[in-house]
């Protein structure tokens, strides 16, 4: 009996497997994504339905952050192609590695556009997959995902290709590794600073950052910030540590005390707009060779980051901070944060969640008002214990991050703090946990507002138009989706609905009025 020809769905999917990945994310158009559900299967690889392909895209960057191999997401054709493009835009801000297949290209005019060229602008790579030179694709477009700066890549692919055999084509060679900078101009830097500043950035993350930079940080016994992304690569509890990094006014007293800033794995794009606030020297150690930070660096070290900290330790001397020092510039930091209100807030809400919250909980926080206040109230130790879209900071992303979560590491509780605005975005995903039956936690920050923007549209002095909303039982959807839920009023005691939240199985949803009135505040000290 003659062997059946392997075809390229097959060896698409065998690729992933071989790469460590385990799911995949989507939802199925009527051409190729049938035929890889299909191969999936037959491979062991699970297949999630999201219920909006943005959230199957987002859902598919964090397991490929989580994983270390690529998240994969599948749409149909056309507007299943199109609705991809916000979680798509994250992998590509975010930096996570990503393959989104999409059916097509169409065959008539029909739901006829360039996907290719849609996507042009936010991966690494596009292209149509074909049977003819199909697994020197397939490797050539994994590489691209994972070499960093990681990011997404996009292929076009027919059911008409997908059940062709592919060819034989062998495995891709690996890139040459380039030469190690010269570190003596960084040695230079190091050697005259007696106040240096570290901030660890997005690469951190990866490999074995986190240890590098804890034995930078420890070397030169000095103050460190941490951006959004990057929070836990260096413990929260760790001495140096002093408090979060945004490129905002809020930092700018920290950045003054420093005679040299060590942006250690820092992308430009987890730096808010605005002024460099920084007057000492910069150096920049960074995986990659990608664009550089708002200001010119002194010295810059680019490769693997282990290897950049390895050289500058013979000359990283002990500074001549105090541990006094470092305890008041966090003391200061988080005065700024400080928020206030009756009843429950922001800040109140994440400390009782906190609180109850099993130790190994990892957290995912959605943009909006409430962000500042969970940033900085939840404790992170080790990398990915909270997850946030920075660089595109973008609404929407907590809950499909946290199914995500769940759904990657089973046995790690996972919480979600999300405002109302950004719940509405993607709410069908409540009844995507329920039915993978998902650990998870949501707590909806209710104001009834889109409260940053709310808060902006104050300042400028217009009317109150397009940011306010009407009150909505989140609690009411949630147990109507599948899950657990209860609905916690300005006045009542929300530590019971945490505790129960947590002790049962599947998701569960609290949904807690807040007060908004002190995020004006907080704003301007944060940002100016």
């Known amino acids: 009996m003659t062997d059946r020809p392997v075809s390229l769905a097959e060896h698409l999917v065998a690729a992933?497997?071989?790469?460590?990945?385990?799911?995949?994310?989507?939802?199925?158009?009527?051409?190729?994504?049938?035929?890889?559900?299909?191969?999936?299967?037959?491979?062991g690889l699970d297949f999630v339905l999201a219920r909006s392909e943005t959230a199957a895209a987002l859902m598919a960057a964090v397991t490929g952050e989580l994983s270390g191999a690529p998240g994969v997401v599948l749409t149909g054709i056309g507007p299943g192609a199109a609705s991809a493009v916000n979680g798509i835009a994250y992998a590509h801000l975010e930096r996570a590695p990503v393959?989104?297949?999409?059916?097509?290209?169409?065959?008539?005019?029909?739901?006829?556009?360039?996907?290719?060229?849609?996507y042009g602008p936010i991966t690494k790579h596009q292209a149509r997959l074909t049977p003819a030179g199909g697994r020197a694709q397939i490797e050539a477009a994994l590489e691209f995902a994972l070499t960093p700066p990681q990011g997404p890549v996009q292929l076009d692919l027919t059911a008409d290709d997908a059940a062709a055999p592919a060819d034989a084509t062998p495995r891709l060679s690996a890139a040459p590794t380039p030469a190690a900078p010269d570190p003596a101009p960084a040695l230079a830097l190091l050697s005259e600073s007696r106040r240096p500043l570290v901030i660890a950035g997005l690469e951190t993350r990866l490999g074995d950052g986190p240890a590098a930079l804890g034995r930078l940080v420890e070397a030169l016994a000095c103050p460190a910030l941490v951006t959004y992304r990057a929070k836990g690569c260096l413990p929260d509890s760790h001495p140096g540590a002093v408090g979060l990094f945004t490129g905002a006014a809020g930092e700018a007293e920290v950045l003054a005390t420093a005679d040299l800033v060590v942006a250690v794995g820092l992308d430009p794009v987890e730096i808010i707009p605005g002024p460099w606030r920084a007057a000492a020297p910069l150096l920049e150690l960074r995986l990659a060779a990608t664009p550089p930070l708002p200001a010119p660096a002194a010295a810059r070290l680019v490769g693997p980051l282990e290897t950049s900290v390895a050289a500058l330790l013979p000359g990283a001397a002990r500074s001549q901070w105090q541990a006094r020092d470092i305890a008041a510039l966090r003391d200061k930091l988080g005065r700024r944060v400080a928020l206030s209100g009756a009843g429950h807030t922001a800040e109140s809400v994440v400390r009782a969640l906190q609180a109850a919250a099993p130790v190994n909980c990892r957290l995912t926080v959605d943009s909006g008002a409430h962000m500042f206040s969970a940033m900085t109230q939840w404790r992170a130790e080790q990398p990915f214990d909270l997850l946030k879209s920075n660089g595109l900071s973008t609404m929407g992303f907590a809950l499909p991050a946290a199914l995500a979560a769940a759904l990657h590491t089973p046995a790690r509780p996972v919480a979600a703090a999300i405002g109302d605005g950004g719940l509405m975005m993607c709410l069908g995903e409540l009844a995507t946990a329920a039915?993978?039956?998902?650990?998870?936690?949501?707590?909806?920050?209710?104001d009834a507002a889109l409260s940053l923007i709310d808060i902006k549209q104050q300042r400028q002095q217009h009317k109150a138009i397009g940011v306010r909303t009407g009150e909505i039982d989140f609690a009411a959807v949630a147990t109507a989706m599948g899950c657990r839920a209860w609905r916690v009023g300005r006045g009542e005691d929300l530590a019971p609905a945490v505790a129960a939240a947590f002790e049962g199985d599947g998701p569960a949803l609290i949904d807690v009025a807040v007060d908004p009135s002190g995020y004006g505040d907080q704003l301007i000290s944060l940002r100016g």
């Open 16 to 43: 992933l497997a071989a790469r460590g990945v385990k799911r995949i994310f989507g939802i199925p158009g009527g051409g190729s994504s049938l035929a890889l559900i299909a191969a999936a299967e037959r491979a």
């Open 99 to 118: 393959l989104l297949v999409t059916d097509g290209p169409a065959g008539s005019f029909h739901q006829a556009f360039d996907q290719n060229a849609l």
């Open 435 to 446: 039915e993978q039956g998902c650990r998870l936690v949501v707590v909806v920050l209710n």
